[in-house]
Every structure is written in structure tokens, then in C-alpha cells.
């Protein structure tokens, strides 16, 4: 069973949106980090978004800074992810994790050590 329960993702027209949610089961999310990654077909993962758990600070890939917000619901469990403004270049498999013990930007995929199953995000022009 995945410790990490994604929902939300869709297919949705350019200029849409959708909310990503992401919630623990078992654990509290915790660490020094909560972040999103995505991953196209023929790319690499990226970060998306990370959230620093101690003062909540958040960080963004540039191509979606003022369009995505990260936030968490500690009474929820659940990370989320807001996305606006949804552009094609969106389009990928999106996965939240978490248990980072590096902070920093919470960017880095490869400093984590539990993700979820991800939820495909389709944007069509």
C-alpha cells in the first residue's frame, strides 16, 4: 500500500486548472521538506514545488511560479498543489513526497525518500 495517496489530476484545455492533493497514511508528513515532482514522457523528473516544513517557506520551477501554489493542511495530513493557468508544457505524471532531511530548496528529487503513486495531469491546447 502506498503511504502517499495522490488525487486530482485530470485532463483539462489550456488556462484551466486543477488541485493536486496528496495525503499520508500511517505517518505524519514531516521532515525538513514536502514537495512536488513531475515527469513527461522522454524527460527527466523535476521539481516542481517544495515546501519547507520549519516557517513554510516555499520555492518554485520558474516556469510555474505564479501559476502553482504549494501548501499543507497539518490537521488534513495532506499536501497540495494548486495549479492555474495550466500551459501544454504542463502535461506529465505528478508525484508528491516527502521524508527529506536536507531542506535547502526541496527541489531536489533524489534527497527524498517516500513518494506517491502520482496522478497524470493532461493539458490540452
Known amino acids: 500500500q502506498a503511504r502517499l495517496v495522490e488525487s486530482g489530476g485530470g485532463s483539462v484545455q489550456a488556462g484551466g486548472s486543477l488541485t493536486l492533493s496528496c495525503t499520508a497514511s500511517g505517518f505524519i508528513l514531516g521532515n525538513k521538506c514536502l514537495g512536488w515532482f513531475r515527469q513527461a514522457p522522454g524527460k527527466e523528473r523535476e521539481g516542481v514545488a517544495g515546501f519547507v516544513i520549519e516557517g513554510g517557506a516555499t520555492y518554485y520551477k520558474k516556469s510555474v511560479k505564479g501559476r502553482f501554489t504549494i501548501s499543507r493542511d497539518i490537521a488534513k495530513n495532506t499536501l497540495y498543489l494548486q495549479m492555474n493557468d495550466l500551459k501544454p508544457e504542463d502535461t506529465a505524471m505528478y508525484y508528491c513526497?516527502?521524508?527529506?532531511?536536507?531542506?535547502?530548496?526541496?527541489?531536489?528529487?533524489?534527497?527524498?525518500?517516500?513518494w506517491g503513486q502520482g496522478t497524470q495531469v493532461t493539458v490540452s491546447s
Open positions: 513526497a516527502t521524508d527529506n532531511i536536507y531542506g535547502g530548496s526541496c527541489l531536489i528529487d533524489n534527497e527524498y525518500n517516500t
